[in-house]
């Protein structure tokens, strides 16, 4: 891949701002068989089109949508400058949903779209130019990626019906994937640490679409939320202004913020999906590969 397109690319990841634990090429090269953008979903839900309230997936999994309008000093926060920002965001009651790890065919989430039982899906972190997962990934007795450096600080981990946010560097790190948890997912960075303080101290600079794992109810709910400009989905909020926004009431109507949360990748690779009850599809699609899927269905199902 020519240096140009990876210093592209690299712009808009800030959770791949590190340099690498080893000599290899860096992760966000990405390097590959060029993937070309599909074609919208044509049952895809434009921002504009979001209802007001919530809106019934299945039992456990809501979702909602809304646009923020972007303050006067937007230029120093998002760039280039977008008036607003499309946010999405899955609300899934962890008593009652399970999740699943896929490889979708020609590594495109929209692959699954017609999967028996998904009510949602997003993408599932880091992976590696042969596209095996960059750091830990599980469910259930199945180990998909082991814990490195290059994975990221952070582990999301989901068992009985709750989820917690592991910080690696802080707790003497993971030797192994978590063993029988429901959903184990190693990322970076943690944009709200997991007693409730703010991980972003600064802002990097670098502006792209988002994917966030925030916890609420004590860990009992956990928002899939997708932030972008609705004019190029590439483009978002920087990290800064995203973890701040996190902290306070949400764009959909809570009162409260995230008690934890944890990007969950950014840029070409940001996809969530989501089927409400009655077969609509809402949809926010990858530029860019996504080989490893994390998919949610109701238990009852």
């Given at each position: 891949m020519?240096?140009?397109?990876?210093?592209?690319?690299?712009l808009g990841?800030g959770?791949?701002?590190r340099?690498?634990?080893?000599?290899a090429?860096?992760?966000a090269?990405?390097?590959?068989?060029?993937v070309?953008?599909?074609?919208?979903?044509p049952?895809?839900?434009?921002?504009?089109g979001?209802?007001?309230g919530?809106?019934?997936?299945a039992?456990?999994v809501?979702?909602?949508g809304?646009t923020?309008?972007l303050?006067?000093a937007?230029?120093?926060?998002v760039?280039?400058?977008?008036?607003?920002?499309a946010?999405?965001?899955?609300?899934?009651?962890?008593?009652?949903?399970?999740?699943?790890?896929?490889?979708?065919?020609?590594?495109?989430?929209?692959?699954?779209?017609?999967?028996?039982?998904l009510?949602?899906?997003?993408?599932?972190?880091?992976?590696?130019?042969d596209?095996?997962p960059?750091?830990?990934?599980?469910?259930?007795?199945?180990?998909f990626?082991?814990?490195?450096?290059?994975?990221?600080?952070g582990?999301?981990v989901?068992d009985?019906?709750?989820a917690?946010?592991?910080n690696?560097?802080?707790?003497?790190?993971?030797?192994?994937a978590?063993?029988?948890?429901?959903?184990?997912?190693?990322?970076?960075?943690?944009?709200?640490e997991?007693?409730?303080?703010?991980g972003?101290?600064?802002d990097?600079?670098?502006?792209?679409?988002?994917l966030?794992?925030?916890?609420?109810d004590?860990g009992?709910?956990?928002d899939?939320?997708a932030?972008?400009?609705?004019?190029?989905?590439?483009?978002?909020?920087?990290?800064y202004?995203?973890?701040g926004?996190?902290?306070?009431p949400s764009?959909?109507?809570d009162?409260?913020?995230c008690?934890?949360?944890?990007n969950?990748?950014g840029?070409?690779?940001?996809a969530?999906f989501?089927r409400?009850?009655r077969?609509?599809?809402?949809?926010?699609?990858a530029?860019?590969?996504?080989?490893?899927?994390?998919?949610?269905?109701?238990?009852?199902?």
């Open positions: 020519k240096r140009g397109l990876v210093a592209a690319l690299c990841l959770c791949r701002s340099p690498p634990a080893a000599p090429q860096p992760v090269a990405r390097p590959g068989p060029a070309t953008a599909p074609a919208r979903d049952l895809a839900l434009a921002p504009q979001f209802r007001a919530w809106s019934a997936a039992e456990g809501r979702w909602r809304t923020v309008a303050a006067p937007a230029p120093s926060i760039s280039p400058d977008p008036r607003s920002l946010w999405l965001t899955v609300r899934l009651d962890l008593g009652r949903v399970r999740f699943s790890v896929h490889r979708p065919a020609a590594d495109r989430l929209e692959a699954l779209g017609a999967e028996a039982g009510r949602a899906a997003f993408n599932a972190g880091f992976f590696e130019p596209r095996s960059s750091g830990i990934l599980s469910a259930g007795a199945t180990i990626g082991a814990p490195t450096p290059r994975g990221g600080t582990v999301m989901i009985r019906g709750r917690r946010l592991v690696i560097a802080r707790d003497a790190g993971v030797a192994e978590p063993a029988g948890v429901e959903l184990a997912v190693q990322c970076t960075p943690r944009l709200i997991a007693d409730g303080s703010r972003i101290t600064r990097d600079g670098r502006r792209a679409s988002r966030v794992l925030c916890l609420r004590g009992a709910t956990l899939v939320i932030v972008w400009d609705p004019t190029a989905p590439l483009r978002g909020p920087g990290l202004w995203l973890s926004a996190l902290l306070g764009p959909t109507g009162p409260t913020g008690e934890a949360a944890l969950l990748d840029g070409p690779s940001t969530l989501v409400d009850v077969g609509v599809g809402v949809l926010h699609p530029e860019g590969p996504t080989p490893w899927v994390i998919g949610v269905s109701a238990r009852a199902e």
